[in-house]
């Protein structure tokens, strides 16, 4: 299994950027699976930011609401955050995940398959 994360960037505050992640070789059908997208920054813990069930279900952490969308396109394999009105605190490296469990988690310990992170620089 692969998933590809890309589309990250440095972009000033107030900006956006669209981060993408594909997926490859899945072991069942993608549109079984849910997804999700959590960061990372630098001396902190993995936190969850969004995620999309199978059923197209949509969730987002707090700091996110209303500035992130997440979407999906099962026939790519594929999962979108469009990110809006990007703050400095949104910096972090960005991690897609897909979880293949039938109950949908924000924990990432629940998540089976993870990208490799794609890093989102937002500067003041």
């Avoid at 993995?46 to 500035?67: K, L, P």
Wanted: charged content about 20%.
């Amino acid at each position: 299994v692969q998933l590809q994360a890309s589309g990250g960037g440095l972009v000033q505050t107030g900006g956006s950027l669209r981060l993408s992640c594909a997926a490859s070789r899945l072991p069942i059908s993608s549109y079984t699976m849910h997804w999700g997208w959590f960061r990372q920054a630098p001396g902190k813990e993995r936190e969850f930011v969004a995620g999309i069930r199978r059923n197209f279900v949509t969730d987002y952490a707090d700091y996110v609401e209303g500035r992130f969308t997440i979407s999906r396109d099962n026939a790519k394999n594929t999962v979108y955050l469009q990110m809006n009105s990007l703050k400095p605190e949104d910096t972090a490296v960005y991690y897609c995940a897909v979880d293949s469990s039938p109950t949908y988690s924000r924990s990432p310990h629940d998540y089976n398959y993870w990208g490799q992170g794609t890093l989102v620089t937002v500067s003041s």
